[in-house]
């Protein structure tokens, strides 16, 4: 007999409602029960359209007998307090990224999930992409030898319109700009496919300086909306083993390249990239170049390949996470990936926020 499914909430109804609430649906042992928000308008309106239970009270939330775990897709700045109470409440998490403003509250998160046992899922959902999975798998069966230079740009256009509205995103102390949306995966790929990362050094700018604010006028923008980072990642963590990496991070490329992500070693080349600039997971190709011979598209293995795919391409690698997450919290083993990723993450955001910021006017 098949066990209970998992009561899951979600606190946060942007990419929560979009992308978490059908992977949910998908998923095997995991169900939505309820939904958060501090609004009271939008939550009735999401509680209606998905006739699930509602609260606009945290603590309510977690009283919740229904209530085994709390996916929390808020924007960054309430996130720490929000999931420090879930644990102490004896929740398992699943925290989108970044999952605390600060390091120091990443690691307060990760002690305290430590003390209480609970499962804390990171949503690094690149690393249930096929194409991502099949690099990592190539890379670890030597097809570039040892890495020599990774670098990475991932030069995006949503930010490229200066009359997008300001909000958080806008504002550095609020978890906002180029750094948390894309840095943070960018740092967690270079330590997944590579190894652990050494001090990062970085140089940002914030490109479009006001935006227009929702009570009107214009807002002043602090948050970086261009970085390019250095740093080393050490080859299957390997110390005597160092490998150059630079990424560039842009969201105000209006025909920005997209992604794209070069592994050069002693052997062979590896190629990762994207134009698609509407969705981050569907339009990845995969090439390999073996020393002396030109680039062949590579197609993932059968077993990493999507049961199921969705038209938003974030859903299915998200339900792929969930399915991970769903067999820590039954097995007690540790998630992967988890704090200890999102803590790394954080310390290299932390660096790369502290880098110089030019003065692009």
């Not at 996916?71 to 989108?96: S, V, W």
């Not at 509250?105 to 430590?114: H, I, K, Y």
Request: overall charge negative.
């Amino acid at each position: 007999m098949s066990p209970q499914p998992l009561g899951v909430a979600i606190a946060g109804l942007g990419f929560g409602e979009k992308v978490h609430l059908p992977a949910l649906a998908a998923a095997t042992d995991l169900e939505a029960v309820a939904l958060w928000h501090p609004r009271q308008e939008r939550l009735d309106a999401a509680t209606a359209a998905h006739g699930l239970k509602g609260f606009g009270d945290w603590d309510a939330l977690l009283a919740d007998p229904a209530v085994d775990a709390v996916i929390i897709a808020t924007p960054p700045a309430p996130r720490f307090d929000l999931a420090r109470r879930a644990l102490e409440a004896g929740k398992h998490l699943l925290l989108e990224k970044p999952i605390a403003l600060h390091a120091d509250q990443a690691r307060d998160l990760q002690r305290l999930a430590l003390a209480r046992g609970l499962s804390v899922a990171v949503d690094y959902e690149y690393r249930a992409v096929p194409l991502f999975m099949q690099a990592a798998r190539l890379l670890q069966a030597g097809a570039v030898g040892t890495p020599w230079l990774v670098k990475l740009d991932w030069l995006m256009g949503s930010r490229a319109d200066p009359q997008r509205g300001w909000n958080w995103y806008a504002q550095a102390d609020q978890g906002g700009g180029v750094i948390g949306a894309l840095g943070t995966h960018a740092v967690d790929m270079l330590a997944w496919l590579i190894g652990p990362l050494g001090a990062v050094q970085a140089l940002n700018g914030v490109s479009i300086k006001q935006r227009p604010h929702p009570d009107g006028g214009l807002a002043a923008v602090d948050a970086p909306d261009v970085s390019l980072l250095q740093t080393v990642a050490h080859w299957q963590g390997r110390q005597d083993l160092p490998v150059p990496a630079q990424v560039s991070l842009s969201s105000v490329s209006r025909n920005g390249r997209g992604f794209c992500l070069d592994v050069v070693g002693s052997s062979g080349s590896l190629l990762l990239s994207s134009t698609n600039q509407k969705d981050y997971v569907h339009g990845f190709e995969l090439q390999h170049s073996p020393l002396g011979e030109p680039f062949r598209a590579v197609e993932a293995d059968a077993d990493l390949a999507f049961p199921q795919t969705w038209t938003d391409g974030r859903i299915a690698p998200v339900v792929r996470v969930l399915g991970w997450w769903a067999e820590s919290i039954r097995s007690g083993q540790p998630m992967l990936p988890g704090l200890a990723e999102g803590v790394a993450s954080r310390v290299a955001c932390d660096q790369a926020a502290a880098g110089g910021t030019l003065d692009l006017a």
